[in-house]
């Protein structure tokens, strides 16, 4: 349904930032960006958002299409029209609005006054939390809180496809495995694709079908979930974990130099 | 019962001072009003809102007085025009400066000022129009409004009629906004915007047109304040933003993004301002007391009464 071909985005016309990226989202999956910092995994998803525009970014080659439409140079509304909802990240509220009116907002694109109404039934169903807090404030809720309402506003707007930045960002390890837990639930259930970027890899490979590893504005791997459980440089640089037992020569502990190969 | 005083003036004095503060406060509501619903929206604060009210004002007297219409038909055409001009404003002015420092529209709204400052003495001149809303069939002023408190106050008080207009003008604004706010999609929508641009956008609000609706709102707002002023006292195209600038304190000290905060920080101002005119002089209570007032709010409070405080968890 997205397909996101040979893409470069360029901020302030100078900073190129993602020299040349391919993905794509099948309906019904869910899809992990995993990357380092500063890799270009929030601007892939402005990118198909259209919030790069907010920024001064821009796509300058290659192009996004959303089921054979596109959308690349769209506005932020007409994309959000169309059926994408991207969650930003860092649990951005409203936040001098209740939880409730925070979900509201999110369905404010939406003509279907009914169906607005079943659907904050359904987000108060995954996070029954939130019903508790309606009327709360929502500048005060808990960090889990403030996530669990940020997806539930993306919920709300009804999207074919839902990108997620960073849901695990500054939650206890508990919390995230409950908001991964809902999210693979909402793609079950509701059938909702979504592309997921995480700096957690151990949680996001847990969930998703597909993952594509970025570095340095590029896809430097990607694979089935399973597949990228079992890569070597996946089990070491993301995951943590070294073959046990082995002893390790202090060459190979320097692993930018095996990073720098790789991306060669 | 002459010997009833208040701080060595007459009480009943006094009282007449406090209730016609609360009703001049009111007027500084109203202009409040539309400063508070573009800065709520878009973060810029209006500092022409009070050319604003002149050039509505001015509207509905040429579409009542020089063209004879009926007083309601030449209200809502002054409205219509006022929308069409805040939408003009918004779009040709600020638009463009999205993003831009708070200075550079500082700067732009000030230019406005000017601008419709000049428009307006060109095509009125620079006589004050009195709009005679508030006159009998000879085009006399209404008379005064007595209330009979002389037993127990130790005098009559004495309330104009146009100020308690002003007072009733005010209600129905405040009260519409605040259903509008709260209880209207639109409302939610703008409200949203007024938090975070970003992200209203990721969620589809059409920001930019939010922003053009909160200008239509103000004008809206700011011809019924030009108005009422006109049937008070007379368009007067130097008094009128002067008077508009004794509002900046009460937005100040209510807070800007607060609609109930413009409205009791009018009513302080205007209070602060009548009593400090009756007990020092009215040079003292116009010019001096108010901008103490600001000073004083900027100092101690400078989120205001009710203003957004920034939500920060620890």
């Known amino acids: ?264 | 019962m002459a010997d009833l005083v208040l701080f060595g003036k007459p009480l009943f004095l006094a009282v007449q001072w406090l209730l016609t503060g609360l009703l001049v406060g009111s007027m500084y509501s109203l202009v409040a009003l539309g400063l508070v619903v573009i800065y709520k929206a878009s973060s810029v604060f209006n500092f022409s809102h009070g050319w604003l009210m002149l050039v509505g004002g001015l509207l509905c007297w040429a579409f009542f007085q020089d063209q004879g219409w009926p007083l309601w038909v030449s209200i809502l055409a002054a409205f219509a025009v006022a929308v069409i001009l805040g939408l003009l404003i918004e779009r040709v002015t600020l638009r463009p400066l999205i993003g831009q420092p708070v200075l550079t529209t500082i700067m732009m709204t000030l230019a406005l000022a000017q601008l419709l400052q000049g428009i307006v003495m060109l095509v009125w001149g620079a006589n004050p129009h009195p709009l005679p809303i508030f006159a009998d069939a000879a085009g006399l002023p209404m008379p005064p409004l007595k209330l009979p408190t002389a037993g127990f106050l130790g005098g009559d008080i004495i309330l104009k009629v146009q100020l308690l207009w002003s007072f009733v003008v005010t209600a129905l604004g405040f009260g519409a906004l605040t259903l509008f706010f709260r209880f209207t999609r639109t409302g939610l929508s703008m409200r949203a915007a007024a938090e975070d641009h970003q992200l209203a956008q990721s969620v589809g609000l059409p920001v930019r047109r939010i922003f053009g609706l909160a200008w239509a709102i103000a004008a809206i707002v700011a011809a019924a304040a030009g108005i009422v002023q006109g049937a008070g006292t007379g368009l007067d195209p130097i008094a009128v933003p002067t008077m508009a600038l004794r509002a900046f304190p009460a937005v100040l000290l209510g807070g800007l993004e607060s609609i109930p905060g413009a409205i009791v920080g009018g009513l302080t101002i205007g209070v602060v301002e009548t009593m400090t005119s009756g007990y020092i002089s009215t040079s003292a209570g116009q010019e001096l007391a108010p901008f103490l007032v600001l000073m004083l709010v900027l100092i101690i409070k400078p989120d205001g009464l009710f203003g957004q405080k920034r939500i920060e968890r620890i």
């Open chain 1, 1 to 264: 349904m997205l397909a996101i071909n040979n893409i470069e985005v360029v901020y302030s016309d100078v900073i190129l930032v993602l020299r040349g990226i391919s993905l794509r989202v099948e309906e019904g999956q869910i899809i992990a960006i995993l990357g380092a910092n500063g890799a270009g995994k929030t601007t892939t998803l402005k990118a198909v958002s259209g919030l790069l525009r907010t920024e001064l970014g821009e796509v300058q080659r290659g192009s996004i299409e959303f089921n054979g439409t596109r959308i690349d140079g769209w506005s932020p509304e007409e994309i959000v029209r169309l059926g994408i909802v991207q969650v930003i990240e860092g649990r951005r509220l409203f936040t001098h609005l209740t939880t409730e009116e925070n979900l509201l907002v999110g369905a404010l694109v939406r003509k279907d006054r009914a169906a607005v109404q079943r659907d904050l039934e359904m987000v108060y169903h995954y996070f029954p939390r939130l019903k508790d807090l309606r009327r709360k404030v929502s500048g005060y809720l808990s960090g889990g809180e403030q996530q669990m309402l940020v997806i539930g506003r993306g919920l709300m707007g009804h999207p074919s496809l839902m990108l997620l930045d960073e849901p695990s960002l500054g939650l206890a390890p508990l919390l995230v495995n409950e908001i991964f837990e809902v999210v693979r639930r909402i793609n079950a259930e509701e059938g909702t694709s979504i592309l997921l970027v995480e700096q957690n890899a151990r949680a996001a490979l847990d969930v998703v079908d597909y993952g594509y590893v970025m570095e340095n504005g590029r896809v430097v791997l990607d694979g089935p979930a399973e597949a990228l459980r079992e890569n070597e440089d996946i089990k070491e640089f993301y995951l943590g974990l070294t073959s046990v037992g082995k002893r390790r020569s202090y060459r190979e502990v320097k692993h930018y130099k095996r990073r720098k190969r790789w991306l060669g």
